[in-house]
């Protein structure tokens, strides 16, 4: 399909296939004000804060085959991490259901930024150590309530094999599981390098 009989037109980008869901609003992580997205919008800055939002439903699935992604997406979006839509979502989800924290959602955002770093040149999934992190970030008590965290990773998109694993990783980081090795290994040195 072309759009102007030169460039193709992307399916999930022309707004004669867009369903009523595909504006809708969110609030800011930060302060609770309602920001309305497009669906093709990757971000937005809130009216109220001025802090970036980005869109939790954005799906850059396409990126990962689409010859023209990084004409559609932009070079830095088309390269991100599978893990990035997912840990907005995961983000989004937890506001919904714990209420707004700003604070807690500025360290979650930082330490998921700061894994970037430690996970070059390890095999470990990025989106289990992002996840983690946020999940211990928001739920830093003495007690977790696992079935709320499972329900919430499930929202949040995460197929049940890894909703397990990052329950494993934050019941083994909670109560002081073996550091030396693996995915915990790099949790922990993320954690300890705040």
Sequence with gaps: MKDDGTRPKCPGQDMRFWKPGDIFTVKCRSCGNEIEFWKDEPFLYCRKCGRESKNPRMDFG???????????????????????????????????????????????EELCHKSDT??????????????????????????????????????????????RAVIGMVKSFKEGGNYSSGDLCILGKIIAHR
């Design 62 to 108: 396409c990126a990962k085959w689409c010859r023209h992604a990084e004409q559609c997406l932009g070079k830095d979006i088309a390269k991100e991490s599978h893990a990035n839509p997912v840990v907005e979502k995961l983000l989004d989800a937890i506001s919904k259901h714990l209420g707004i924290d700003a604070g807690k959602t500025v360290k979650a």
């Design 118 to 163: 430690f996970l070059s040149g390890f095999s470990s999934d990025p989106c289990l150590i992002k996840c983690s992190l946020i999940i211990l970030t928001f739920f830093d008590g003495d007690a977790i309530d696992y079935l709320l965290v499972d329900g919430i990773l499930s929202e949040s998109g995460l197929e049940e094999d890894l909703r």
